[in-house]
């Protein structure tokens, strides 16, 4: 296909002439190379972005220094993945995608100049990125005013709905309900105690957890703890969650508090094979740092997991081994990010066209059947249908699924009655 | 503490040297003409917000480098004007149209979102623009006004004071984290739209900005280069030098101390808000440790004697920072701490050191020629 | 909020609530103590001091996974080598750091503050490129995990009374080292006068080396021992940085005395609001009043009376 690019006589019928008695045999030899013309770049690039006729720029923006690196490995090198096998198999309408990579250095003010030069410099057609609520916030005036499109990972508070986002994690409803549902229901748990770390996707995520708690489950919650980030003792609350006596320790605390606060509950006795908790921060990547022992019989919600049996993740786990190394454990942020770029060339190849406005408007309803964690489907909302599982966790850092959302869930970000 | 005596002369004091004019031409046809004219939009606005860091440069070297009064808690101030211009802005963009889909609408939608129903008693006054630009000078001034009193009174100084103000720093950063219903928590207040109902989001509004911010800068290095050359900027360097003997001669050591301190706040103050104006938004990971200590290097690789050595140096600092992340971005952080070294080390007067000492008695031996003074102190800077 | 539990429940929650008051001072003290020696004896601010207890953490991971595969037998004891180690490592980087950086600084103590600052970013980043950006996890000798059943309510965390007992040893080392041995009274000597303690034969320079290097030690074996109840990762220095600086400052410096004092109130007034109210205004109003008392009273609670 490449010396039919170079031709210089692009007419259209020799080119379709050329390119069926071309394509006859190589289409044995190349299976996975797409063989369609790839369609004029005028056609498909109408707003000025950075697409020639071989290749389209994509922007990766995720924090490689500061203390967010450490989260945000994983979803970067998920998102790279998924951009070498796109180009692998003949890239998106014709073109090989091209990564610019900038660092958002755990800052906000950065990832919004980052963002904005990705946009204004660079016209990357779509960007992956962001992890935390305070990135994306700060990214978000940016992505709009200049028309950008986000595709934005991690799983996060919902309240958010903007045109220019494509949020392929969870919003609270999808990630909480349905295993506050499965730990009323299984082990009939009533009583709830809350601990998170102080900013908003914990307020958020408990505020929605306490009014199921209490409007639908007809359960207490006994306690609700915040905890500034980075803070690393917590026998205090230790103590009042012994006083206490929950039946389910509800946690959202993150980064390394979340290993301080596993270890001192370890040490202090608690033992999670018979005290339940249920975390919504904690994933495979967490777990390296806080040791499989420390946190061993906790249940999670996620809708993702490494340990996932089907033959998508099996491939995606393999590849993303070889690319990676083998120690590399995968989280539910990393799968979520290694969505976007799948679900930007199914939007794009679906329009037709690079522009922002019509992969978005081409997204809706979009599914994606490839997908390591099954199935998902792109809600007019701009978040992704999908199942909540629990799994408990294993000494060895991998968890064990103990419950699967039958159906996908509905994202809901603006959820009535939690508000 | 023994630094090199400033180049103050006590007898024949006119308001700036000839040197000094000509450096003051040259950093305003770069900010008003070059800069500009290279720059597309994109790098003139990454510019301006450096420019709005020299405001924080500038008042260091008046506190640190005059007076001998290291804060580490520049970012307090910084803040507190930032925070202040961006409270009146989300004011604006919260308008009740705007806001329709919260439960209260009218307020700003973090506040809804941490369901809080009515605004805030303090965030009341910010709706008017006149109180906002008064508080924007004001409450920084203030602040440092008691910090810096309680701490001079009773001669707290040197390293001492370095890590209380760094403390205050901290503490100011838990403080609006923790307080999220009322502070934007650690999101930061984002998503500012107008100022008085003209859009601060685009292009040309960016430009005129950056021109508004840069004619500030100007004028801030005036009036410090009138403090300087006033009586009080001498007794801040004698201070420095001699303490006890400028109390002896009966000074109030406090009370300039103080002065000094609450200048260096409020140029710190104003460059805070001019950034909120510019990038739009206003967060708590500008009021840390972390970024008081890179406004502190903007001001040490500048030279910490020097007025518009502090200009050089944020702008050299922050495009190395930039074009480091850029190119190398798991790298950068090896250049960015051997630079900060390497000028503790080596040149501890920074860029106007070396241009003192290397270039200038060239320029003056060279026959008086202080036109070719302009090709020589790029290349010092940049 | 006491109202529906029985006396014995409250008894031995209000035990188990003293012995965390206690657990957080112990690592409090461990954390504040190699920078209130460097600082409170040779005023130099190190602003590195938190990525120097990392480099004890990472010692002590290095450890963990030597003896695992190499020496599984003694895995139960590799914590007391790894601290060991961890103490040398991080003693002689400090020494290294203090011959390389520090020692030309010392007419200007502000100046090493911002050098200090530049080698932390510059160990985050090797920190970074050699461990890899995640945390990594620490395998703990099983000795050291869980609890001790006093009564059948009160429970208290091995790893916490380990380091209670290292912080004991340690402080108790650090006082006998500063006030009964020949070199402690080098090193106030050094402090109160340097050009005097030069006159008399001391070697100010080597003191100096070696006072650096002990504050660097001290911070790896905090490093060493927070493994078992924190994170370690690049930037988990960052995460003790303010606390340690807050103690220091509170405690006033130059005094020994005084930094343990501070973590002491801090410690308790923190752990006791913790417990009474919630962890972020727990935190708030520890940190409020320690500005207050600041404001009134700047020098801290302990002060060396010296001519300035």
């Known amino acids: 296909m490449a010396e039919d690019q170079g031709n210089g006589l692009p007419s259209a019928l020799r080119r379709r002439l050329l390119m069926g008695l071309a394509g006859l045999p190589a289409m044995a030899l190349m299976p996975r190379t797409s063989f369609a013309a790839a369609p004029a770049t005028a056609a498909v690039n109408t707003t000025g972005l950075a697409v020639t006729d071989t290749e389209v720029t994509v922007g990766v923006l995720h924090s490689l220094t500061g203390t967010m690196a450490i989260s945000e490995t994983g979803a970067q090198q998920a998102e790279k993945l998924a951009i070498s096998q796109i180009n692998d198999a003949g890239g998106v309408l014709g073109r090989k995608i091209k990564i610019v990579q900038e660092d958002g250095a755990s800052d906000w003010p950065t990832f919004a100049e980052k963002a904005k030069k990705l946009l204004v410099n660079d016209h990357c057609a779509a960007v992956m990125g962001c992890w935390t609520s305070a990135s994306r916030k700060a990214v978000l005036p940016v992505f709009e005013q200049y028309n950008g499109l986000l595709y934005y990972p991690t799983f996060y508070e919902g309240l958010e709905q903007s045109k220019n986002v494509f949020y392929t994690g969870q919003e609270a409803t999808q990630q909480i309900l349905a295993s506050l549902d499965w730990i009323h229901k299984e082990k009939g748990a009533k009583t709830f105690f809350f601990i998170g770390s102080d900013y908003i996707w914990p307020r958020t995520s408990n505020k929605i957890a306490r009014k199921h708690v209490e409007n639908v489950l007809k359960g207490t919650v006994v306690g609700e703890e915040y905890f500034p980030l980075g803070h690393t003792q917590f026998n205090s609350v230790i103590n009042k969650l012994k006083l206490k006596k929950p039946d389910v320790i509800f946690t959202d605390v993150v980064g390394g508090s979340n290993v301080a606060f596993y270890k001192q509950l370890k040490a202090a006795g608690i033992d999670l094979s018979k005290q339940l908790l249920l975390t919504i921060s904690v994933t495979e990547d967490e777990i390296d740092g806080i040791g499989g022992d420390n946190i061993a019989g906790a249940y999670s919600c996620m809708k993702y997991f490494q340990s996932l049996k089907n033959p998508n993740n099996e491939k995606f786990v393999a590849a993303f081994h070889k690319m990676w190394g083998d120690k590399t454990v995968i989280g539910d942020v990393t799968q979520a990010a290694y969505l976007g770029p799948f679900l930007w060339k199914m939007a794009v190849e679906k329009a037709g066209s690079f522009d922002v406005d019509k992969v978005v408007a081409a997204s809706p309803g979009l599914e994606f059947k490839e997908a390591p964690e099954g199935y998902v489907r792109i809600d007019p909302n701009h978040h992704l249908w999908s199942k909540t599982r629990v799994a408990k966790a294993l000494p060895n850092g991998q968890f064990e699924v103990v419950y699967e959302s039958p159906e996908l869930i509905k994202p809901d970000p603006f959820p009535k009655g939690y508000q | 503490m023994i630094r090199p005596a400033s180049p103050s002369t006590v007898h024949d004091n006119p308001f700036m040297k000839p040197m000094e004019w000509v450096s003051l031409a040259l950093l305003a046809a770069v900010i008003f003409l070059v800069l500009p004219l290279c720059l597309d939009a994109f790098r003139l606005n990454l510019a301006g917000k450096y420019l709005s860091y020299a405001f924080v440069a500038l008042g260091l070297v008046i506190c640190w480098g005059f007076g001998g009064i290291l804060s580490l808690g520049q970012g307090v101030f910084f803040g507190l004007g930032g925070y202040c211009m961006a409270m009146y802005l989300k004011l604006e963009a919260s308008s009740v149209e705007n806001t329709k889909i919260q439960s209260t609408p009218g307020i700003p939608d973090f506040m809804d979102w941490n369901q809080i129903t009515a605004l805030p008693w303090f965030w009341k006054p910010f709706a008017s623009l006149p109180f906002t630009l008064i508080a924007v000078i004001v409450v920084p001034a203030l602040f440092a006004f008691v910090v810096g009193t309680a701490m001079f009174r009773r001669r707290v100084g040197g390293t001492y004071f370095a890590i209380i103000t760094q403390a205050i720093a901290a503490i100011l950063t838990i403080l609006i984290v923790g307080q999220q219903g009322y502070t934007g928590g650690i999101n930061g207040i984002t998503d500012l739209r107008t100022l008085n109902g003209w859009d601060i989001r685009t292009d040309s509004a960016h430009n005129i900005l950056y021109f508004v911010n840069g004619a500030l800068l100007v004028a801030c290095i005036l009036f410090a280069q009138y403090v300087k050359r006033s009586k009080l900027g001498r007794i801040l360097v004698a201070m420095r030098d001699k303490e006890d003997r400028v109390r002896f001669s009966g000074y109030s050591v406090a009370g300039f101390k103080t002065f000094a301190f609450c200048l260096a706040a409020v140029f710190a103050a104003i460059g805070g808000a001019m950034f909120t104006l510019q990038v739009g938004f206003m967060s708590p990971s500008f009021v840390g440790i972390v970024p008081s200590i890179e406004m502190v290097i903007y001001a040490a690789v500048g030279g910490r004697l020097s007025l518009f050595g502090a200009v050089w140096g944020t702008l050299l600092v922050n495009w190395a920072k930039t074009t480091f992340s850029e190119s190398f971005p798991e790298l950068w952080l090896f250049g960015l701490g051997g630079l900060f070294i390497l000028v503790v080390l080596a040149f501890p007067n920074g860029l106007a050191g070396i241009y003192r000492t290397y270039v200038e008695p060239r320029l003056t031996r060279r026959a008086k020629a202080p036109e070719s003074a302009p090709t020589a102190l790029p290349h010092a800077a940049e | ?308």
């Open chain 3, 1 to 308: 909020m006491f109202g529906d539990y029985s006396l014995t429940d409250l008894s031995s929650i209000f035990v188990m609530q003293g012995f965390a008051g206690l657990i957080l001072f112990s690592v409090y003290t461990l954390m504040a103590l190699g920078l209130a020696i460097i600082f409170g004896q040779m005023g130099v601010i190190n602003m590195a001091h938190g990525e120097f207890m990392i480099l004890g953490a990472y010692v002590t991971y290095l450890c963990s996974g030597f003896f695992q595969t190499h020496l599984p037998a003694l895995f139960p004891a590799y914590f007391f080598v790894a601290m060991a180690l961890a103490f040398v490592a991080s003693g002689a980087l400090g020494m290294l750091v203090e011959w390389a950086l520090i020692r030309h600084l010392y007419k200007r103590p502000l100046d090493t503050l911002l050098a200090t600052w530049g080698l932390s970013l510059i160990l985050q980043q090797t920190y970074r490129t050699v461990f890899g950006a995640r945390e990594v996890g620490v395998e703990l000798p099983s000795w050291l995990i869980g609890s001790v059943q006093v009564t059948d309510s009160i429970e208290i965390p091995i790893n916490g009374m380990f380091v209670m007992a290292i912080t004991t040893l340690i402080t108790l080392g650090v006082a006998l080292l500063m006030y009964r041995s020949r070199f402690g009274a080098q090193v106030r000597a050094v402090v109160q006068n340097r050009p005097m303690a030069g006159a008399v034969g001391i070697d100010t320079e080597k003191v100096d080396r070696l006072t650096f290097g002990l504050g660097c030690g001290i911070a790896g074996i905090a490093g060493s021992a927070f493994t078992m109840v924190g994170s370690t990762g690049p930037t988990s220095g960052q995460l003790y940085i303010v606390d340690t600086f807050l103690i220091v400052v509170f405690g006033g410096a130059a005094s020994l005395l005084g930094t343990i004092a501070s973590a002491f109130s801090i410690s308790q007034t923190q752990s006791t609001l913790e417990f009474f109210l919630s962890g972020s205004t727990a935190k708030v109003i520890t940190l409020l009043a320690v500005v207050g008392i600041l404001m009134l009273r700047p020098q801290g609670l302990f002060t060396l009376k010296v001519r300035r």
